[in-house]
């Protein structure tokens, strides 16, 4: 059953997105210039598909929200597409969908699955979505990593991690699964525990030394992943040692909104999920001559929480 606030959030989503388009237009034309430029993030949308067994969650909250998850991307997307001046880019920071119907590689070319159900939501943007993966996007303990790599490069052209270099800055996605606590042959297998492995965390330090200014998104929060791989080197002393060239860490998993602050060294936010809240979102402004960012709707965030405000003047 829906409680008050899901039907209020769906129900207020066409006002919403009327009151976004002017007010983000006010707002941004503040700041306006050729120096500016916008880019959303999204976390946790879980679609699923016909396959998918209703009931099958943790709770009844789980169980209804889990429902919800077309509308409620559908409703994120159509948001950011409506802004002026335009959003340039978004990254999807894992659990894109919601688990594997089957473990046969085949099954998801012969039938229409929450795999293609995702990617005809986000092919619905005016502007390039980048994915990165969540747990939900693997399921480590029955489907080989391998598996889900060929998935997602034949349905999404997405590679396991990516760095997108874009008007003088870099966007990264890393991938916490590699590592040894996501093999399930490895001795230290835990599933509920991030590593990157050693392969990519060479890649990342090469990116963080071309000392370009570098957002970074990873699925699972930092106080989930594995400081350090290898002796002393690891994702924690990376961050640390390259926090003036890291302007920013973004992580989802939690579906909630959580401010780490500086405790990993950048600026550490933990974001909601559409799958509970279609305003689930961050907008985020770039000066590119200043090297700074700012966190548009931050004001409308309820911390702690699922939910955040639809984007308008307060």
């Not at 388009?21 to 976390?43: P, T």
């Not at 933990?270 to 590119?288: F, G, H, K, Q, S």
Request: aromatic content about 14%; some cysteine.
């Amino acid at each position: 059953m829906l409680n008050r606030r899901d039907f209020t959030a769906l129900g207020t989503a066409s006002l919403g997105s009327l009151l976004t388009r002017k007010l983000w237009a006010e707002q941004a034309r503040v700041a306006a210039g050729s120096d500016k430029f916008y880019f959303a993030l999204v976390a946790d949308c879980h679609i699923i598909d016909d396959f998918y067994v209703k009931g099958s969650e943790n709770g009844v909250e789980d169980n209804t929200s889990i429902l919800l998850t077309t509308p409620r991307l559908t409703s994120a997307r159509d948001l950011i597409n409506s802004l002026n001046p335009a959003i340039e880019q978004v990254f999807l920071i894992g659990d894109y969908f919601h688990n594997y119907p089957s473990t046969d590689y085949d099954f998801y070319f012969k039938n229409t699955t929450r795999l293609d159900h995702a990617k005809t939501i986000t092919d619905g943007f005016k502007m390039p979505v980048h994915l990165g993966f969540g747990n939900h996007d693997y399921d480590v303990k029955h489907v080989p990593r391998e598996m889900s790599h060929r998935l997602f490069k034949a349905k999404f052209n997405a590679e396991p991690y990516s760095s997108l270099d874009y008007k003088g800055f870099k966007f990264i996605h890393l991938n916490n699964f590699l590592g040894s606590t996501q093999d399930r042959n490895s001795s230290d297998f835990a599933p509920n525990i991030g590593s990157c492995g050693e392969e990519q965390l060479h890649w990342f330090e090469a990116q963080l030394r071309e000392h370009k200014p570098t957002f970074v998104f990873i699925h699972y929060p930092l106080i989930q992943d594995v400081a350090a791989e290898f002796g002393d080197y690891g994702l924690l002393p990376l961050l640390k040692k390259y926090q003036d060239t890291i302007l920013l860490v973004v992580s989802g998993h939690m579906h909630k909104w959580i401010d780490f602050a500086h405790t990993y060294g950048p600026q550490h936010y933990v974001m909601a999920a559409t799958r509970y809240d279609p305003n689930a979102y961050m907008l985020m402004e770039v000066d590119i001559r200043k090297a700074t960012w700012r966190f548009m709707n931050a004001s409308l965030v309820d911390w702690s929480t699922h939910y955040s405000k639809p984007y308008k003047s307060i």
